[in-house]
């Protein structure tokens, strides 16, 4: 069964991960700008991150047969550094209209200050200027009260829920999260957030409409293949396939192909590799020997 990840770092994974996920069933990834372990500092390691997820990233995970593609943003734990925060929204309409980019995010909460939330508008509101989906971080901490907070800043701002992937969603906040009409994003961990297990028994519960599964895989403790893990509990558990196949397929290409920028079919296949090709001189191989594929 192939499977799309549509939140996960893999600027902070090696790329034997992308080896396994590829031989697991992954076609595709979105991989959400993300905060690198420490707060940076300057602007222009922001831009050279944004310039690392439209290019070497997408680079590197076509070699394993993987599309990637990328949503830009500002993380909520680097956006309390007011004057850096200015000029990081200014950047990102660079990176906005670029291909391969295919929503805002991950946006949101940390600490549910009065500047994160100033940042959270200002971004919504690029996503509106851009007419793209948004994703948005609910906080680990006071989880259910940042996750209605963020629905009802959407709600001051006036975008359409449909365009809004809340993520990191737990027993505690989908039902509401799905009452209100916004997409519910689940993030599974191999000891924090949901497991595979508790996953399963919210498809039992809730089905599979406006579903997604992530791993969040990024440079803690945590697993790039627990779609594929979550997928086969719920086998276990007596899910039907076409369920599984809308949470970990249809429903991550539905809600991504709303920026008209996920060239993606429902029936594609994984992307033929050429790894002869190089990044700026660069080969994802140590001595090994190139695999190219046929084309389809």
């Not at 209100?180 to 399963?200: F, I, L, Q």
Request: proline share 5%; glycine share 8%.
């Amino acid at each position: 069964m192939k499977f799309l990840d549509p939140h996960i770092h893999m600027t902070s994974r090696t790329t034997d991960d992308y080896q396994r996920m590829s031989e697991a069933g992954c076609v595709a990834v979105i991989e959400p700008a993300f905060w690198m372990g420490q707060p940076r500092k300057h602007l222009g390691t922001f831009d050279d991150y944004f310039s690392s997820l439209v290019g070497w990233e997408r680079f590197r995970a076509k070699q394993f047969s993987i599309h990637h593609f990328c949503t830009i943003g500002l993380n909520p734990k680097e956006a309390n550094n007011d004057a850096l925060a200015d000029d990081v929204l200014e950047l990102m309409h660079r990176y906005l209209e670029k291909d391969g980019v295919v929503g805002v995010g991950e946006i949101g909460f940390d600490d549910q200050t009065a500047a994160e939330e100033r940042v959270f508008i200002a971004q919504l509101e690029l996503a509106r200027e851009y007419e793209l989906p948004v994703m948005i971080h609910t906080p680990h901490r006071d989880k259910k009260r940042g996750t209605d907070r963020s629905m009802d800043v959407v709600t001051d701002v006036g975008i359409d829920p449909g365009l809004v992937l809340i993520d990191h969603n737990t027993e505690e906040t989908v039902k509401d999260t799905l009452d209100r009409g916004y997409w519910a994003g689940h993030s599974v961990y191999p000891e924090t957030k949901m497991d595979e297990s508790r996953m399963a028994e919210l498809v039992v519960q809730y089905g599979s409409e406006r579903i997604l599964v992530n791993s969040a895989a990024d440079w803690g403790v945590s697993d790039p293949l627990k779609v594929p893990k979550s997928a086969k509990k719920m086998q276990e558990r007596g899910i039907s396939e076409d369920v599984i196949e809308t949470i970990i397929w249809r429903n991550p290409i539905e809600f991504f192909s709303q920026s008209g920028r996920l060239d993606l079919a429902m029936d594609d296949g994984s992307p033929n590799r050429d790894q002869r090709e190089l990044w700026q001189g660069n080969s994802v191989l140590r001595g090994q020997s190139p695999v190219v594929d046929e084309p389809s």
